[in-house]
């Protein structure tokens, strides 16, 4: 119980638990979709603190990891382009491709600019109309309103020389594949609940009735997901499968009506392939035809792509829940935030990276 | 950036047509676009992700939210220079 006095309330932290353990009398797999829930749940010691029949499954909630490495071999010849500012978020920076990362690309002398909102790329476009703006639009429903909205703003002021290297995800579908498939061992799931608060939750209660699992829409402070689980273990144990929403005070059903419109006007479905699982049908937006204009991927024409993921890195498996970041070998060994071997250990929502910065030393006084 | 930082609104003002806000996140301020969140007032908080408001929360765990981050050094990662980070990560001086 070491971690406990470390939460904001630890009086409200020990009842949430006395309650879970109170429940609980068997076995369950729980999987948190988001990776920064699997951050804050390593980081807090929460899966240590709940009755050791209940296992926290990390899900593959990290857009920086499941962006394929095809589009980051795309995203690095781009930005080596000499008339191309390449703009893109922190994260994305070290993110291996198949033989360098972005940081490296900008040592060598391309134009690669951090921004915190999309809309600072679109700036930098409006300053430069002699360069090419690219801006690498990744990440789930959370950072989809704030691309789309950079896209529809450079339509309607006619920045003409900005554009969006597309690569967005989407939750539900993930769920669907990952209860699809035969290895899963999933049994409820933690619902990401800033994806959430841009989507609603409406998209949930016909895939917890379909597949028999309750899906709670979770916080990510440690005592929203304390009660997350509690709420998740109470169905399980009461057999019961639903949607409920133990993170009201940030997601209502409807979600934020406005981004949704945004979403449906600028994006359409397609299929996606996800980093280390594989192509996850309709799992994906990309522009919509009204937009197409300001796609990166045919405005920049990128041949020539051969793809190599290291023989060593088994982070698909860690993705799909099915290896825990410790039981890869090379897991802190060949493998470290400074020389990551996949996105997994850079990512500040990678389950390999939540490892090495939180439990490195526990687990190597266990070997 | 993946992650949704509470903030307050300071100021609100129209840029190009676009409803845009000052934010203050525990001492950091930064433009956020309050075009999902148009009726977001001065002095409320509001749910911000990578610049853009997506829905309102109430005072108190809002600050709630602020302190824990504050506390982890989470706004630091959220707010702070992305290749200062990437460099430290790599191990290389800039």
Do not use: H, S, V
């Given at each position: 119980m070491k971690y406990l006095d470390e939460f904001s309330n630890p009086d409200l932290a020990r009842k949430l638990l006395d309650q879970i353990h109170a429940v609980t009398t068997r076995p369950w797999a729980l999987m948190e979709v988001c990776g920064g829930q699997t951050h804050s749940i390593i980081r807090h010691g929460i899966d240590q603190l709940l009755p050791a029949g209940i296992e926290m499954i990390h899900g593959p909630g990290c857009p920086v990891c499941v962006t394929p490495l095809e589009m980051i071999d795309r995203a690095l010849a781009i930005a080596a382009q000499p008339e191309v500012i390449f703009c893109s978020f922190g994260d994305m920076l070290r993110v291996p491709g198949s033989s360098q990362d972005l940081f490296g690309v900008k040592s060598a002398g391309a134009d690669v600019r951090v921004v915190y909102s999309p809309l600072d790329a679109l700036s930098i476009a409006r300053e430069n109309p002699q360069r090419q703006v690219v801006f690498f639009g990744i990440g789930f429903e959370t950072t989809a309103p704030a691309n789309a909205m950079a896209v529809y703003q450079a339509k309607r002021l006619g920045v003409t020389n900005f554009s969006l290297l597309v690569s967005h995800v989407l939750v539900p579908p993930a769920i669907a594949a990952i209860m699809e498939s035969p290895r899963c061992r999933v049994q409820a799931f933690l619902a990401a609940g800033h994806v959430c608060s841009v989507m609603g939750t409406r998209e949930y209660p016909p895939l917890a009735a379909k597949y028999n699992v309750p899906i709670v829409v979770t916080g990510f402070e440690p005592l929203d997901i304390l009660e997350g689980i509690r709420q998740t273990v109470v169905q399980l144990e009461a057999g019961r499968h639903e949607l409920q929403n133990a993170y009201p005070r940030a997601v209502?059903?409807?979600?934020n009506p406005m981004a949704l419109a945004m979403l449906r006007d600028v994006f359409e479905v397609t299929d996606r392939t996800w980093r280390g699982i594989g192509m996850i049908p309709g799992s994906g937006w990309r522009l919509s035809a009204r937009y197409r204009d300001f796609d990166a991927e045919e405005r920049f024409a990128v041949t020539g792509i051969h793809t190599q993921e290291s023989p060593l890195c088994r982070s698909g498996e860690v993705l799909q829940g099915?290896?825990?970041?410790?039981?890869?070998?090379?897991?802190?060994?060949?493998?470290?935030?400074?020389?990551?071997?996949?996105a997994t250990m850079v990512s500040s929502e990678g389950a390999c990276a939540a490892y090495y910065a939180y439990r490195r030393l526990d687990l190597v006084q266990i070997s | 950036m993946c992650l949704a930082v509470p903030g307050r609104i300071l100021s609100i003002a129209e840029v190009d047509g676009t409803l845009m806000a000052e934010v203050d996140f525990g001492g950091v301020r930064k433009n956020v676009c309050l075009q999902y969140t148009p009726d977001a007032a001065v002095g409320e908080y509001v749910v911000v992700h990578v610049g853009f408001a997506i829905q309102h929360l109430d005072e108190a765990s809002a600050q709630e939210t602020l302190a824990n981050f504050e506390r982890l050094g989470i706004l630091n990662d959220e707010f702070g220079d992305g290749f200062t980070r990437a460099a430290e990560q790599a191990g290389v001086d800039q």
């Open positions: 209502r059903d409807e979600g099915l290896l825990k970041p410790n039981e890869c070998a090379a897991f802190g060994k060949q493998c470290t935030p400074r020389n990551p071997l996949g | -």
